[in-house]
């Protein structure tokens, strides 16, 4: 049996294996996401996204065995940020899964960046086409909310969950990276930290103008990850969200909106490397550098010559 035939047949080790294909871009690896596209498409997709050591993981950790125990199977990628900008990793104390079902009904996997987040985004979206071919009713991705590659992860989920902590200046900071903007639930985490409150009130206030301009909620539940208090609450608003977009239509919007968006960036990657074949082949390319440096043309005009010479025009 071929691996992709063993990942049909919900063989674990081979969507491991699938995994690493895709996340590598081993040769073929495309090939085996035209595959797993057309199986793919069932499973909702929740992002959880806020600061280093917020306790993303401890409630991705019990929204999963939640899950778990209504009988629903969850993948979890958890993107796991190593450069000493985003800070993640540097945290000695972070949440590992830990207690998880051994049934196979939660699968987790870790992507490092490994100080390049290149491609990063697109690598996390087609890990997730492959736990939602494999059958995972719920696909959960963790990451640090820091900058537009994690932004455009959490782009690709249904419902983005920010988790805030009542340390001062969360909520800011939060607006300040844009997170508000992507926001469909906010679980303010450690509310059994001094400031909740303080928090939850100052979050109130930036929110009011949001909630005007749409019917939904945009609730803030109060968590303690640790001690898995409110864990039901914030998954009973997660599936109120997905019902709410549901019957607006904005799933499905949004979902045709990621493909065409897919599609686009395909489309300039495959672009990117032709062109640069094209200028491999380019003879006179030297000629043209020296002429634009001894003021005798610039790259514009020099760049719409290449365009008309070029069959890519
Ligand atoms: N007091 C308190 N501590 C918590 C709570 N939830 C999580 N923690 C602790 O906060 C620390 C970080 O938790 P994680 O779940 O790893 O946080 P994270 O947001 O995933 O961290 P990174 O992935 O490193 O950004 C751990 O020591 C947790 O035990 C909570 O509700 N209250
Ligand atoms: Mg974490």
Known sequence: MTVLEKFFC????????IISIIENRDDGYQDVLSRLYPCSGQAIKIGFTGPPGAGKSSLVNNISKSLAAQEKKVGVIAVDPTSPFTGGALLGDRIRLVDMPTDGSVYMRSMA???STGGLAAATGNVAVALDAFGFNYVLIETVGVGQVELDIIDTCDTVVVVL??????AIQALKAGLMEIADIFALNKADRPGAEYISAELNTVL???RDKSDWELPIVST????????????EKIQRHIDYIKQTGNFERHRREQIRKKIESILFNQVNILVRAKL???ANIDEMVARIFAGQSDPYTVS???????SIS
């Open 10 to 17: 919900g063989d674990q080790a081979a969507l491991a294996r």
């Open 113 to 115: 960046t490994r100080g």
């Open 165 to 170: 902590v009542p340390e001062s200046g969360d």
């Open 208 to 210: 009011e103008i949001k």
């Open 224 to 235: 303690e990850a640790i001690n898995n208090k409110n864990t039901d609450r914030l998954l």
């Open 280 to 282: 491999k082949d380019v």
């Open 304 to 310: 719409r010559e290449l365009l008309r010479l070029s």
